[in-house]
C-alpha cells in the first residue's frame, strides 16, 4: 500500500511539473493571437448568423425524422 502512494506521489508530481513547463511556455500562441482568433470567429457567426441557423435547424429536423422512424 505504501508503494502505491509513493507511485501515485510521483505521478501527481510529475503531471503537475508538467502543467507548470506547458503554462509557463511562450513559444505558442500568445493571448492577443488568441483574442483575435475569437474576434474572428464571433464575426464570422454575426456575418452568417442565419445560414447557420438554418443548417442547424435542418440537422435536428433530419434526426428527429430519423428517430420517429425508429421509434415507430
Known amino acids: 500500500m505504501n ?3 509513493i507511485y501515485t506521489n510521483r505521478i ?8 507548470r513547463k506547458f503554462w509557463s511556455d511562450e513559444s ?3 493571448t492577443v493571437e488568441v483574442i483575435l482568433i475569437i474576434v474572428v ?3 464570422l457567426v454575426i456575418v ?5 441557423a438554418g443548417i442547424v435547424e435542418d440537422v435536428f429536423k433530419a434526426i428527429r425524422e430519423d428517430t ?4 415507430n
Do not use: D, P
Open 3 to 5: 508503494n502505491l502512494m
Open 48 to 52: 452568417f448568423k442565419q445560414q447557420i
Open 12 to 19: 501527481k508530481n510529475r503531471i503537475q511539473e508538467e502543467i
Open 68 to 71: 420517429r422512424v425508429i421509434t
Open 28 to 30: 505558442g500562441m500568445g
Open 41 to 43: 470567429l464571433i464575426g
